[in-house]
Each structure stands twice: as C-alpha cells, then as structure tokens.
C-alpha cells in the first residue's frame, strides 16, 4: 500500500527477482486529490522486498481445490437440463450431494463458442441443489459437474439443444 502526496501522473515498477519487471510493469496511474506535501519538498520513493520460497519436491503440492472427504461417485443427478437445453430458455436439474461427503460443487456450461453466460446455483437443503442456465446460442455444448475435483457419474454431459420455437395455436374448424 501506498499514498503519493501529492496530485499528478505515476509510474509504479513492480519487480520480481532482481531487475526485472513483472508483465506490465513500470504500471501508470493518474493519481487526484489534494496535495499533501508543499511544492518541491521531497521527492518520493517507495520499495518493498519480497522474498521468494523455492519448494523442493519433498513439500506437499496444494491444489487450489481444498481436500475433503468425499465420494463423487455417490452424488446423484436427474433433469431435463442434463440433456437437453433451449435457445433463450432456462434449463434446469437437480444434484443431489447429500450421500457424498463434504466438498464443493462445481458446475460449468460450454458452447460451441465461449462458455454459458448464465448459470445458476441454489442449495436447497440438505447438500441437495437446483441448477439452472440459459444457453445462447445453437451447437454443441458440454456440461460438466465436479463435487470436488472429481466429474459426478455421467459428467460431462453433452447437450442436445434446439432452436427456440413459437408454440401457434391449434387449428380448429368451426361448422
């Protein structure tokens, strides 16, 4: 953290093993506000060491992903949206955690282009969840969900979409 003293235009070096800029480095900034030091008092500077660990091969490797007990394979799923989506409409399904252990759900949609814009997770008891996501766009798309760092039975799915449509009414023959 640091505060300038006074008003006017930056650079900020951030540098990691000796003289070498981080990407990006020396960075600009527009600093505003009022001056906190008179004209032509000091010039500032500002540094700071940090040290870098080497791991040797012995040390434990962390995931980003905390350790839990759990069994993906014990989690359950089932709905609609498992295997089928719209274009512009909300698919949904259940996942049902509650025999797995302790850990984290993870749920992502992947078109034929760029991921899902929208997906929504809700737990609604009991380590029990609704999921919903609107799809897009036509293609393919694949859904995978992990209790942890494990896919559930069946994950990946892949999805059948199809176009949105505009549901006419029923003929009818009046005499």
Known sequence: MYTPMAPGSYLIG???????????????AKVTGQRLVSPGAASETSSILVESVTRSSTETCYSAIPKASSDASKVTSK???LSKAFVGQKSSFLVDCSKAGSNMLLIGVHGPTTPCEEVSMKHVGSQQYSVTYVVKERGQYVLAVKWGEEHIPGSPFHLVWAIHFI?????????
């Open 14 to 28: 951030v540098k990691y093993g000796g003289p070498n800029h981080i990407v990006g480095s020396p960075f600009k």
């Open 79 to 81: 709905g609609a949206g």
């Open 167 to 175: 549901q006419s009414p029923p003929a009818c023959l009046w005499i």
